[in-house]
């Protein structure tokens, strides 16, 4: 299981800046591509059961077909979710502190 940190990602979020609005709402599937991994990947709309009620842009995972906010180019398995990629943060619970503080 790689860290989070140590995958290329790329979010919705992020794909949004790279276009115009209009051009953004027109797009039905992106190529992306890093270190010779490349995919193509489709881009769904679902409407979805928050405040704004409207339809939202998700990634659809190449290797499960899940919608995701956040795909990454894992080594040996290209361009997958979080799920798929089985991507994990680094243990925060270790912070260098051997013992409790003095009182």
Known sequence: MPYRDAVSRISIAHLRAQFAP???R?????????????????????????FVRGPRRWFACPGCGRRANVLGAVEGLGWVCTHCGRWRSRNRGDR??????PI
């Open 22 to 24: 209009r051009v953004f």
């Open 26 to 50: 027109a797009l039905t599937s992106t190529t992306l591509s890093v270190n010779g991994v490349v995919a193509e990947v489709t881009l769904v709309d679902d409407v979805g059961a928050g």
């Open 96 to 101: 260098g502190l051997k013992e409790p503080p």
